[in-house]
Protein backbone atom coordinates (compact mmCIF):
# COMPACT_ATOMS: atom_id res chain seq x y z
CA UNK A 1 0.00 0.00 0.00
CA UNK A 2 1.20 3.28 -1.02
CA UNK A 3 1.84 5.71 2.13
CA UNK A 4 -0.05 9.07 1.67
CA UNK A 5 1.36 12.45 3.08
CA UNK A 6 -0.24 12.65 6.20
CA UNK A 7 1.60 9.02 6.69
CA UNK A 8 5.05 10.66 5.45
CA UNK A 9 4.56 13.72 7.73
CA UNK A 10 3.89 11.82 10.43
CA UNK A 11 7.36 9.81 10.35
CA UNK A 12 9.20 12.86 8.98
CA UNK A 13 7.99 14.32 12.31
CA UNK A 14 9.41 11.22 14.45
CA UNK A 15 12.11 11.22 12.90
CA UNK A 16 12.80 14.96 13.56
CA UNK A 17 12.67 14.46 17.52
CA UNK A 18 14.85 11.46 16.81
CA UNK A 19 17.37 13.55 15.21
CA UNK A 20 17.54 16.14 17.19
CA UNK A 21 17.28 13.99 20.25
CA UNK A 22 20.16 12.15 19.15
CA UNK A 23 22.35 15.69 18.86
CA UNK A 24 21.53 16.80 22.45
CA UNK A 25 21.82 13.32 24.11
CA UNK A 26 25.53 12.91 22.62
CA UNK A 27 26.78 16.21 22.66
CA UNK A 28 25.29 17.11 26.67
CA UNK A 29 23.60 14.03 27.72
CA UNK A 30 20.88 12.58 28.86
CA UNK A 31 20.37 14.41 32.42
CA UNK A 32 21.07 17.94 30.57
CA UNK A 33 18.88 17.65 27.92
CA UNK A 34 14.83 18.98 28.25
CA UNK A 35 12.12 18.28 26.36
CA UNK A 36 11.72 21.57 25.65
CA UNK A 37 14.88 21.94 24.14
CA UNK A 38 14.27 18.63 21.78
CA UNK A 39 10.96 19.83 20.41
CA UNK A 40 12.80 23.45 19.96
CA UNK A 41 15.73 21.88 17.82
CA UNK A 42 12.84 19.43 15.73
CA UNK A 43 10.83 22.20 15.39
CA UNK A 44 7.88 19.97 16.43
CA UNK A 45 5.52 20.94 19.45
CA UNK A 46 5.44 19.24 22.83
CA UNK A 47 1.90 17.53 21.36
CA UNK A 48 3.94 15.90 18.61
CA UNK A 49 6.44 15.01 20.90
CA UNK A 50 3.86 13.01 23.47
CA UNK A 51 2.31 12.14 20.42
CA UNK A 52 5.46 9.53 18.96
CA UNK A 53 6.82 9.09 22.59
CA UNK A 54 5.44 8.32 26.09
CA UNK A 55 7.97 10.71 27.81
CA UNK A 56 11.61 11.63 27.30
CA UNK A 57 12.72 8.17 28.06
CA UNK A 58 11.15 6.66 25.41
CA UNK A 59 12.60 8.77 22.88
CA UNK A 60 15.92 7.89 24.60
CA UNK A 61 14.95 4.32 23.73
CA UNK A 62 14.51 5.33 20.05
CA UNK A 63 18.00 7.01 19.61
CA UNK A 64 19.44 3.96 21.29
CA UNK A 65 18.09 1.97 18.67
CA UNK A 66 19.13 3.86 15.41
CA UNK A 67 22.55 4.09 17.24
CA UNK A 68 23.01 0.09 17.87
CA UNK A 69 21.29 0.14 14.30
CA UNK A 70 23.76 2.18 12.55
CA UNK A 71 27.05 0.11 14.96
CA UNK A 72 25.48 -3.06 13.55
CA UNK A 73 25.69 -2.25 9.60
CA UNK A 74 28.46 -0.47 9.70
CA UNK A 75 30.35 -3.49 11.33
CA UNK A 76 28.15 -5.85 8.84
CA UNK A 77 29.33 -3.28 5.65
CA UNK A 78 33.27 -4.20 6.61
CA UNK A 79 32.43 -7.49 6.77
CA UNK A 80 30.68 -7.71 3.44
CA UNK A 81 33.46 -6.10 1.71
CA UNK A 82 35.79 -8.55 3.42
CA UNK A 83 33.73 -11.18 1.85
CA UNK A 84 33.79 -9.44 -1.66
CA UNK A 85 37.44 -9.49 -1.53
CA UNK A 86 37.47 -12.75 -0.96
CA UNK A 87 39.40 -13.20 2.46
CA UNK A 88 38.72 -16.44 4.72
CA UNK A 89 39.19 -16.43 8.28
CA UNK A 90 38.60 -18.57 10.92
CA UNK A 91 35.97 -17.59 13.68
CA UNK A 92 38.47 -16.24 16.11
CA UNK A 93 40.28 -14.09 13.42
CA UNK A 94 36.68 -13.03 12.42
CA UNK A 95 35.96 -11.87 16.30
CA UNK A 96 39.07 -10.12 17.41
CA UNK A 97 38.53 -7.97 13.84
CA UNK A 98 35.24 -7.60 14.59
CA UNK A 99 35.93 -5.95 17.99
CA UNK A 100 39.02 -3.65 15.58
CA UNK A 101 36.20 -2.66 13.76
CA UNK A 102 34.09 -2.06 16.61
CA UNK A 103 36.32 0.34 18.15
CA UNK A 104 37.27 1.96 14.84
CA UNK A 105 33.20 2.52 14.45
CA UNK A 106 33.46 4.27 17.64
CA UNK A 107 36.42 6.55 17.20
CA UNK A 108 34.28 7.69 13.82
CA UNK A 109 31.18 8.23 15.56
CA UNK A 110 31.02 9.47 19.33
CA UNK A 111 27.55 8.99 19.70
CA UNK A 112 28.14 5.29 20.18
CA UNK A 113 30.13 5.88 23.28
CA UNK A 114 27.97 8.46 25.28
CA UNK A 115 24.46 7.20 23.80
CA UNK A 116 24.53 3.61 24.75
CA UNK A 117 27.75 3.53 26.90
CA UNK A 118 27.51 5.84 29.35
CA UNK A 119 24.19 7.31 29.29
CA UNK A 120 22.34 3.92 28.45
CA UNK A 121 22.71 1.93 31.86
CA UNK A 122 21.69 4.92 34.13
CA UNK A 123 18.46 5.60 32.20
CA UNK A 124 17.23 2.04 32.11
CA UNK A 125 19.33 0.26 35.22
CA UNK A 126 21.22 -2.98 35.04
CA UNK A 127 18.04 -5.45 34.55
CA UNK A 128 16.78 -3.22 31.83
CA UNK A 129 19.92 -2.44 30.28
CA UNK A 130 20.94 -6.12 30.22
CA UNK A 131 18.20 -6.73 28.05
CA UNK A 132 18.94 -4.36 25.79
CA UNK A 133 22.58 -5.44 25.37
CA UNK A 134 21.41 -9.20 25.23
CA UNK A 135 19.41 -8.07 21.92
CA UNK A 136 22.15 -5.98 20.25
CA UNK A 137 25.41 -7.74 21.04
CA UNK A 138 25.46 -10.67 24.00
CA UNK A 139 24.09 -13.26 21.82
CA UNK A 140 25.96 -12.90 18.97
CA UNK A 141 29.09 -12.12 20.67
CA UNK A 142 28.74 -15.88 22.76
CA UNK A 143 27.83 -17.87 18.90
CA UNK A 144 31.02 -16.56 18.07
CA UNK A 145 33.01 -17.55 21.11
CA UNK A 146 31.63 -20.83 21.07
CA UNK A 147 32.28 -21.01 17.66
CA UNK A 148 35.96 -20.64 17.97
CA UNK A 149 36.18 -23.27 20.69
CA UNK A 150 34.71 -26.03 18.83
CA UNK A 151 37.55 -24.57 15.91
CA UNK A 152 40.02 -24.98 18.79
CA UNK A 153 41.17 -21.70 18.70
CA UNK A 154 41.05 -20.73 22.34
CA UNK A 155 40.62 -22.50 25.36
CA UNK A 156 37.33 -24.24 26.57
CA UNK A 157 35.77 -22.20 29.11
CA UNK A 158 32.15 -21.30 30.02
CA UNK A 159 30.47 -19.34 27.84
CA UNK A 160 28.14 -16.83 29.53
CA UNK A 161 30.53 -15.32 31.99
CA UNK A 162 33.04 -15.39 28.91
CA UNK A 163 31.10 -13.30 27.02
CA UNK A 164 30.16 -10.94 29.76
CA UNK A 165 33.75 -9.99 30.15
CA UNK A 166 34.35 -9.84 26.75
CA UNK A 167 31.93 -7.29 26.30
CA UNK A 168 33.13 -5.50 29.18
CA UNK A 169 36.79 -5.39 27.35
CA UNK A 170 35.23 -3.86 24.47
CA UNK A 171 33.06 -1.34 26.26
CA UNK A 172 35.96 -0.21 28.33
CA UNK A 173 37.95 0.01 25.82
CA UNK A 174 35.37 2.48 23.67
CA UNK A 175 34.72 4.70 26.86
CA UNK A 176 38.90 4.90 27.49
CA UNK A 177 39.51 6.10 23.49
CA UNK A 178 36.26 8.70 24.32
CA UNK A 179 37.28 10.33 27.71
CA UNK A 180 41.27 10.60 25.96
CA UNK A 181 42.45 13.94 24.82
CA UNK A 182 43.80 12.52 21.78
CA UNK A 183 41.02 9.64 20.73
CA UNK A 184 43.05 8.48 18.06
CA UNK A 185 46.45 7.67 20.17
CA UNK A 186 43.88 6.58 22.71
CA UNK A 187 42.43 3.96 19.80
CA UNK A 188 46.11 2.75 18.61
CA UNK A 189 46.55 1.91 22.79
CA UNK A 190 43.15 0.45 23.35
CA UNK A 191 43.94 -1.87 20.62
CA UNK A 192 47.32 -3.20 21.92
CA UNK A 193 46.50 -3.83 25.07
CA UNK A 194 43.15 -5.75 23.39
CA UNK A 195 45.54 -7.53 21.43
CA UNK A 196 47.61 -8.87 24.36
CA UNK A 197 44.37 -9.88 26.62
CA UNK A 198 42.88 -11.71 23.92
CA UNK A 199 46.50 -13.33 22.89
CA UNK A 200 45.77 -15.17 26.29
CA UNK A 201 42.76 -17.04 25.23
CA UNK A 202 44.07 -18.61 22.96
CA UNK A 203 45.32 -22.28 22.48
CA UNK A 204 49.45 -22.51 22.52
Keep these: MARTRRDEHVADTRQALITAARELFAGQGF ?119 EEGRIARLPVAPLTRMMAGLISEASLYMARCEDPVQGRDDAGVVVDRLLSGLQVP
Design 31 to 149: AATGTEEIVSRARVTRGALYHHFKDKTDLFRAVMEEVATEMAESLIDRELQRAREDVEVDAWDQLCDGIHAFLDVCLENGDFQRVMLVDGPSVFGHEAWDGLVEKHGYSLLAQWLEKAM
